[in-house]
């Protein structure tokens, strides 16, 4: 009878103690995993209650690999994403000022000469900044899935 | 006394063996919230645990050119595309987590309108760019252009926000991901 008091306590201690570290992970969780939210701007949100932890301009850098630093693979893909994010934002931001530029033009005439090259060259700097953006994002997305993974274990 | 501590310390983790069986056989992501009572022995076999089930399970997306994959585990598995005018259903694919599939219904709406409105404004702006491009004077050029222009701005902000919606039901599903 004793026998069976003590294993039911013991067993029911070990129960408690997991429920309580599972539980616990659940809050680390709630409280310290990340996500990208859309404000005006991009920026990095923390936890359940979406506290801003990183507001991400288009042309200064971001600090994305110091907020997770914790997780090594986290921080190899923020590299991708910082080594990307810039520039491709200057050369997506130089393709709209010339297509806009070119769209000035159209309304002069005669049209300059120079007006020809403009819509390939503002297309192409378009689709260059589009790609490394596109880099960047894939590598901003990875970063987050693996701190917040890392938190779990 | 020492075989009565013995058998106890057994049958203790006899109980706590059929205990992680339980934890493992709910570790799948549908029934995650059936089961209030996740338990293993150790901190660090929960946290293995847990970790696998992320690994596994988790979900994120990464964009590609107007759409966006749906991206499963460490492994990178595919399960789906979403973007202008796919119709993956995400809600389906999160439905094991309530806010998730809130979030997930948000995005829906969202891509929808953001999508068209967006693809309306482009078509706009072509159709003033080749009228100005022919050298016809016609007034209805700025219009076009400026009008076309808003309607990219206003459906760029809504598919925006839809990804901020997407990226918040994925963060809730790999939240309910967790042992509990």
């Known amino acids: 009878m004793r026998i069976l008091l003590v294993a039911g306590l013991l067993s ?129 997305q990875k970063a987050i899935w693996w701190y917040n993974r890392d938190l779990k274990s | 006394m020492k075989l009565n501590l013995l058998l106890a310390l057994g049958l203790s983790a006899l109980g706590a063996g059929s205990l992680t069986a339980q934890t493992n056989g709910h570790s799948s992501a549908t029934n995650k919230n059936q089961n209030g009572t996740a338990a293993t022995t150790t901190t660090q076999s929960t946290r293995v645990d847990s970790a696998t089930v992320y690994d596994s399970q988790a979900l994120r997306f990464e964009g590609k050119w107007g759409s966006a994959d749906i991206i499963r585990g460490a492994k990178g598995e595919v399960v789906g595309t979403v973007g202008w005018f796919r119709d993956f259903d995400v809600e389906k694919l999160v439905q094991s987590s309530p806010r998730a599939a809130a979030d997930a219904r948000t995005f829906k709406v969202g891509n929808f309108r953001g999508s068209l409105v967006t693809t309306i404004g482009a078509s706009l702006v072509a159709i003033g760019i080749a009228v100005a491009s022919n050298n016809s004077n016609n007034a209805s050029t700025p219009v076009l252009i400026i009008a076309g222009a808003g309607g990219i701005g206003w459906g760029l902000n809504h598919l925006t926000s839809s990804y901020a919606a997407l990226s918040r039901a994925l963060w809730w599903y790999n939240r309910d991901l967790a042992p509990r």
């Open chain 1, 12 to 140: 029911g201690l070990a129960h408690m103690g997991a429920t309580f570290q599972a539980g616990a992970q659940t809050s680390t969780y709630d409280e310290r995993a990340l996500r990208v939210d859309a404000g005006p701007g991009l920026r990095i949100v923390r936890g359940v209650a979406d506290s801003v932890v990183l507001n991400i301009g288009e042309f200064k850098r971001t600090g994305l690999a110091d907020l997770v630093a914790s997780s090594p693979k986290a921080v190899e893909q923020a590299e991708v994403f910082e080594k990307n994010y810039r520039p491709g934002s200057w050369y997506a931001g130089a393709g709209i000022a010339l297509f806009g530029l070119n769209l000035g033009l159209t309304s002069i005439s005669p049209r300059p000469t120079i007006s020809g090259w403009l819509l390939p060259a503002s297309v192409a700097l378009l689709v260059y900044g589009g790609y490394r953006l596109q880099l960047a994002y894939r590598g901003l």
